[in-house]
């Protein structure tokens, strides 16, 4: 999931060329509506997630539960 303080998105397939021009389209958005990165978490043990952002040039920031489930998730972040 992407987010920033007040945008979200939902899952995304790792392996999918749609989620890369996704995730794309999203970072240009938020460039041009001058945040200054973006923020997403993914589900600890999911080595293809983190494998996929790691390649868009995200990094662990930190590791948290998420607020839905409670589940232990990596939280990624990358500026622009």
């Known amino acids: 999931m992407i ?3 007040r945008t979200w998105t939902g899952r995304c397939s790792p392996n999918s060329p749609v989620c ?8 240009d958005r938020f460039r041009a509506e001058g945040r200054p990165g973006a923020r997403l978490a993914v589900l600890e043990g999911n080595t293809r997630a ?9 990094e662990v920031i930190d590791h948290r539960r ?5 589940r232990e998730c990596a939280v990624m972040q990358k500026g622009f």
Do not use: I
């Open 20 to 27: 890369r021009r996704l995730a794309t389209a999203l970072e």
């Open 3 to 5: 987010f920033t303080p």
């Open 66 to 70: 998420d607020q839905g489930m409670g």
């Open 50 to 58: 983190m494998s996929f952002w790691t390649s868009l040039g995200y």
